[in-house]
Structures are given as C-alpha cells and as structure tokens.
C-alpha cells in the first residue's frame, strides 16, 4: 500500500494541527450556496434551482386547496395562494443564486459574519437588522 | 423477466415476505431489501474499513476516513462548529442515500430512492428535527424566521404567507429533487437501452450513449446525495442562526 514511502515528519505536525484548528473556529461559513468552489458545488447547485420553484408552487396550491376545503370558498384560495406560492418559489430561487440564506429568511451568508451572528441569537432578544438597507435595495 | 419490457418496470414493488400488521401492507419488499443491504454494505464499508486503525489508513480505511471528513468539512464549511453535534444524522443520511443511489446502478437492483415516499420520509424527518431544533434553540422568537427584518409591518399579511410557503416547501423540493433525478435518470437508461435492441446493429450508438449516461448517473448518485446532506446542513444552519 504506502510502499516505502515515509510517514510525513511529526515535526510540522504542530502547525497542521494549528492550521486544522484555525479551520475549526466558526467563521463565515454558509459558502455553499453562494460561491461554487468546486465543479461538484457548481453542479449540486444548479439541480437545486430547478426543483425549488416548482416545490414552492406545488406547497402554495395545496395549502390554498387546504383552506378552500375547511371554508367552502372553493376557488378563492387556491388562486391566491397560487399566486404566493408563485412569488415563494421565485424568492427561494433568487436566494439561492444570490446566496442570501438558504430558503426562509433574508440573512446575507456571505457578508454577514458568524461571530455577530452567535452573540446576536444567545445575547440580545431583537438586534436591530444589519441588512435593511440591503433588503431595501432588493426590492 | 419475461413480461417486463416497460422501462418503468424497474421501479415495481415486488413483495418478498407478506406482512401485515392491523391492516397495513407492512410486508418485506425488494425496497426494503434493498434498504437493508444499504445499511449493511455501509456499516460493513465503515466498520471492516476501520478495523486495523492505521495510523497510516490503507485503501479501504482511506476511503472511510475520506467519507467521514468530507462530510464533516461540509457541516464545518456550512454550519461552522456549532454543527459537530450534528455530523451523525447527516453522514447517516448521505451514507444511505450514496449507498443506495449506487445499489441501484447495479443492473437488475432496486433504486429505493427512486420512489418518492422514501425520499419524502427522510425529508419530513429533516424538516420535523430542524423544525423542533428552532423552537428548542429560540423559542417563540423561532417565529421571527417568517418576518423579513427591516420589513413595513404593512407588507406583513403579504410576506409572511409567503415566508410561510417557502418554508414549508423545503420537504417538497429536497425530497422531490432526489426522487425525480433517480427516477428520470433510471428511465432514461431503460428507454435507450431498448433502443439498442430495437435498431440492430444501429444499436451501437445508443450503446455507446448508455455507457456515457451510465457515467453521468454515477455522478447523480453522487450528487443527489451530496446535495441532500448540504440541504440539511443549511436547513440546521438555519434554524441554529436565525436572522
């Protein structure tokens, strides 16, 4: 298997265990969506789009077909929720290419560093949002 | 073999051992059977891999280390840290479905993952667990997740219905996504190999279109697990970090 080959020295092993570390501390993370690295990330990442706005339409008629059931207003919420569901699937999509979260939620994931993020959801209850002028730019 | 020439006879469920339990069909199928060899191929991959506990890893340890840490890069690449507790459910997931994506390219298997109700299972469990870690991590404050900050509360009656959708759409489209890939991709296989037979010595080209499709189909398998495994990892990033 490792014919003759030598063990890689145990002097450097400090410093790949320091560099192991330095990965391990909780940074920026959420690149998945945002920046392919890879040819694998780039390819997962288009078969995400596609399904993604048809899944948000299905959920959206449903769930009108759903109401429209418990009220007796047959066509009524089916249409409007069509539409929702519509609007869903195109949000879900556009987060996805501009990498803002993942789905629910508007939260930059690149730009946003993940230190705030952990002090803002364990410290305060309601941090003022960082990204209004960004969503007030998206819209 | 003799009356299966539809290409979507490969997705039959044949029942092996009959069970039923208080009215429902619980008996033991080529899925399920399907399932359990998943299961053990993995653990049987995983366990002998790691017998010796090289210090310098062989092959076959290699290739367990090299699943185990790619999936855990991916929780520390899309969670951070806080996902470490979390590395359990989602390399058993991708395992799985790896597992049983490549089961499948084996001719005369079962695609398990090809039938919606299984990937819809393992998704509606991801989406129950990630849904229970939010109100377990924040409470009612869980409910901000469907209120973009910054927000008119004007635009609230329409925002949050469709926070709400997109939300709930997440099980729909990670289970139908894996789903369709392996049920069009399997599909497909079948349709052109009976194009082989169907143009004789013509047959040469969808052959050779099989063999590169095949190829691609390995990489779905792949993918499709890949990209189930990064869906929960974001989902869990989403419920540990609301906005």
């Known amino acids: ?139 | 073999m003799a009356e299966a020439h539809s290409p979507l006879e490969q997705f039959r469920i044949r029942s092996l051992v009959d069970i039923e339990l208080g009215g429902i069909d619980a008996s033991f199928t080529n899925s399920s059977l399907m399932m359990v060899i998943a299961v053990v191929l993995t653990g049987t991959f995983l366990m002998v891999g790691m017998r010796h506990r090289a210090l310098v890893p062989g092959r076959w340890q290699s290739m367990a280390e090299l699943s185990y840490e790619f999936v855990a890069n991916l929780i520390r690449e899309t969670v951070g840290t806080e996902g470490r507790p979390y590395f359990p459910i989602i390399f058993t997931l991708f395992m799985f479905i790896f597992f049983g994506n490549m089961i499948g390219m084996l001719p005369y298997s079962f695609t398990f993952t090809s039938h919606i109700i299984v990937t819809f299972g393992m998704a509606i469990v991801v989406f129950v667990a990630v849904t229970v870690l939010g109100f377990v991590k924040h409470g009612l404050h869980f409910f901000s997740f469907f209120v973009p900050p910054g927000a008119p509360i004007g635009l609230w009656p329409l925002l949050i219905p469709i926070e709400i959708i997109s939300y709930l759409s997440r099980p729909i489209s990670l289970s139908v996504r894996l789903f369709a890939n392996m049920l069009a991709g399997h599909t497909l296989l079948k349709v052109f190999a009976g194009f082989v037979v169907a143009l004789g010595v013509g047959g040469v080209l969808p052959l050779a279109f099989i063999v590169a499709l095949t190829g691609l189909e390995m990489l779905i398998a792949f993918l499709q697990a890949y990209v189930f495994a990064i869906l929960t990892c974001l989902y869990i990033n989403d419920a540990l970090h609301l906005h």
Request: hydrophobic share 35%; aromatic share 6%; proline share 8%.
């Open chain 1, 1 to 139: 298997m490792n014919e003759g080959r030598p063990p890689p020295p145990l002097e450097d092993l400090d410093s790949r265990l320091r560099a192991a570390k330095a990965r391990g501390k909780p940074r920026g993370g959420a690149k998945g969506g945002g920046q392919p690295g890879s040819a694998n990330q780039g390819l997962g990442f288009a078969l995400r789009i596609g399904v993604d706005l048809v899944a948000a339409l299905a959920v959206g008629v449903g769930l009108g077909l759903l109401i429209d059931e418990a009220l007796g207003t047959r066509p009524w919420f089916m249409v409007v929720f069509f539409f929702l569901g519509a609007v869903a699937g195109m949000l879900n999509v556009y987060r996805t290419v501009s990498g803002i979260g993942h789905g629910v939620g508007y939260k930059p994931a690149e730009r946003a560093p993940r230190e705030d993020e952990a002090e803002k959801t364990a410290g305060t209850e309601k941090a003022p949002p960082e990204g209004d002028d960004e969503s007030g730019g998206r819209k």
